[in-house]
């Protein structure tokens, strides 16, 4: 096909249907994509940028602009990206026996002492496993007549060796030591019933009036975390006027 127009531009030779002038092809763009879907023409070798352009200008000036042939457009365009990008992609190649060869002299040569080490070992392999199928483990015990040979393994110990091992295997084992660990004395469990308890009764409190029976900084923060818990759980609401103002609290769960 031939055509006047640049490259890349489009043409309406068939009622408005989108066409495209490149290098290596000039005519239909369904054609085209039918040809690169079966592989008559390298993907690699058509400008999907260029193409896009050409049909932009073609949806501008055609009447009666389809959005089906826009719907298909952009899944070919899809389907032409990916199998460019898969052309583009390095991949991992494997060399096999025919590649090898016809390489490199060293590489065969290589290969071969490979393949004479693997020879070697197998014959090795064989014959230890036929050597050793002749031989068998003694099942019976001792005879008779040599049983009075065998040292007696109990003959030098006595009663208080035994009780030696015996302190030693079942004595208990030692306690670790946890004063390096701070104590867990007030639970979120108990700052949540708390906190439920008081805006149960009073409906709403501050923060100020939730924490004031609270002896350590420890009760303080986990009370504040149970609270954003409730908040979480959509059982309280919070205001605070000013920024590190009064904290109200509301409770809009079920009265206690």
């Not at 071969?112 to 014959?123: D, G």
């Not at 701070?182 to 009764?201: K, N, S």
């Not at 009760?219 to 009064?246: H, W």
């Amino acid at each position: 096909m031939t055509s006047t127009a640049g490259p890349g531009s489009a043409e309406r030779p068939d009622g408005g249907a989108f066409a495209v002038e490149l290098p290596i092809f000039t005519g239909p763009f369904r054609i085209l994509a039918d040809l690169i879907l079966a592989q008559k023409i390298d993907v690699c070798d058509v400008s999907i940028a260029t193409v896009t352009d050409g049909f932009l200008a073609h949806s501008k000036e055609a009447e009666g602009w389809s959005l089906e042939e826009a719907t298909w457009f952009l899944a070919v365009c899809a389907i032409m990206l990916e199998l460019k990008v898969g052309r583009l992609m390095p991949r991992h190649e494997v060399v096999d026996e025919e590649d090898l060869l016809g390489v490199s002299p060293d590489l065969v040569y290589a290969r071969s002492i490979e393949l004479a080490a693997f020879r070697t070992v197998a014959v090795e392999i064989a014959r230890g496993l036929d050597e050793e199928s002749l031989r068998f483990t003694r099942e019976a015990g001792p005879p008779t007549e040599f049983v009075h040979l065998y040292p007696d393994v109990l003959e030098d110990v006595s009663a208080d060796d035994l009780a030696r091992i015996a302190a030693v295997v079942f004595r208990p084992p030692p306690l670790v030591d946890l004063s390096h660990v701070t104590p867990i004395r007030y639970t979120m469990a108990e700052a949540v019933e708390a906190v439920r308890d008081h805006l149960g009764r009073l409906g709403q409190a501050s923060f100020r009036d939730l924490v004031a029976d609270c002896d350590e900084r420890i009760q303080i923060v986990v009370r504040f975390l149970a609270l954003l818990e409730l908040y979480r759980e959509g059982k309280v609401d919070l205001a605070q006027a000013a920024t590190f103002g009064e904290i109200d609290v509301r409770w809009e769960g079920e009265a206690a």
